[in-house]
């Protein structure tokens, strides 16, 4: 910052509101002597950036501890970044979250903090919390302030080949003690890309499963499963009490006299639709996966599943035995 010239009288008062003035004569006296370059022989992007101009028409910078003490902080935002300003201020948070500077639980520093700290307007450092908040990084509490989102342990969804393959309800219901609530069942015709999937023609039935899984109190998944009406039409296996199949999939197509013989899978992430963020509770910002799979006996495709799983609470663990 680069004030006109004035006398010795005008300085205390006007650093009065950044340092106390008993403090001033002194600080201001070091600074001044002696003369450290003249203004005029810089170009304008080496002058300093906080200095005085003297009567004698000399240019000093102010000592350090002046600077860190006062209001006006250098900003940290690059002027030569083409990137806006609020996605360079973001940039810089979404780095001390990610890196760990700003932990989980820790609170951001307030607007007018951040203001102060990037050199900005009130304006791009709120879309820039909105940013992060979108991407799930942060939540914002009333009265209280912006805290970095506290990550929830994830668990590991496995699937280690055939000989422990089974339904994925029935592993998470069963082996993490959670729930299953079951949300259809019943026959249907199919979808154009659930018979492709199965191999149908268009127009073919299928019987529809759908399924919640509730994991320590909140929903974790989502499952739609379709089988051919055909391999289950006057079976047990028709019958909605039967829910959910004992011992999961791979034993009721057994019982069927269905061997299954392949699993394929195609594992995508993306946004959650309005319906599976209020179905799974989900935060702003929160992923969801999204799992084709697809069982195969010999000769034909037997059912084809989507599963929705919160993003933020499971890790996808593939083990594949060779021969």
Same mark, same amino acid.
């Given at each position: ?126 879309? *820039? ?40 309800? *029935? ?153």
């Amino acid at each position: 910052m680069l004030l006109p010239v004035l006398s010795w009288a005008w300085l205390p008062e006007l650093v009065s509101t950044v340092l106390s003035v008993g403090r001033i004569s002194d600080t201001m006296k070091a600074a001044m002597s002696p003369p450290l370059y003249d203004f005029l022989a810089l170009p304008s992007h080496e002058r300093p950036a906080f200095a005085l101009r003297t009567r004698e028409g000399k240019v000093v910078r102010l000592p350090d501890q002046l600077i860190l003490e006062s209001m006006l902080v250098a900003p940290l935002i690059d002027p030569a970044d083409p990137r806006a300003v609020y996605q360079r201020i973001a940039h810089d948070l979404r780095t001390q979250i990610l890196d760990g500077d700003l932990p989980p639980g820790s609170m951001l520093p307030s607007e007018t903090e951040l203001v102060r700290r990037y050199g900005s307007s009130r304006g791009p450092v709120r879309q *820039a919390i909105n940013l992060l908040r979108s991407e799930g990084l942060i939540d914002s509490h009333q009265g209280r302030g912006v805290f970095v989102r506290q990550r929830p342990l994830a668990r590991h969804l496995q699937i280690e080949g055939m000989d422990a393959a089974r339904e994925t309800e *029935a592993s998470t219901s069963g082996d993490l003690g959670g729930q299953l609530e079951v949300r259809r069942h019943a026959p249907v015709v199919a979808t154009a890309e659930v018979a492709n999937r199965l191999g149908l023609q268009e127009g073919a039935r299928v019987l529809a499963r759908g399924f919640r899984f509730i994991v320590e109190g909140r929903p974790a998944q989502l499952a739609d499963s379709y089988i051919p009406y055909d391999l289950v039409k006057g079976t047990p296996v028709e019958d909605p009490d039967n829910e959910p199949w004992p011992g999961g999939t791979i034993a009721q197509l057994r019982s069927l006299g269905v061997e299954v013989r392949e699993i394929t899978e195609d594992v995508a992430t993306r946004t959650p639709t309005p319906d599976e963020i209020q179905a799974l509770e989900l935060r702003p910002g929160t992923p969801v996966f999204e799992v084709t799979r697809t069982i195969h006996a010999a000769d034909r495709p037997v059912m084809t599943s989507r599963l929705v799983i919160a993003g933020d609470r499971y890790v996808l663990s593939y083990r594949i035995p060779i021969g």
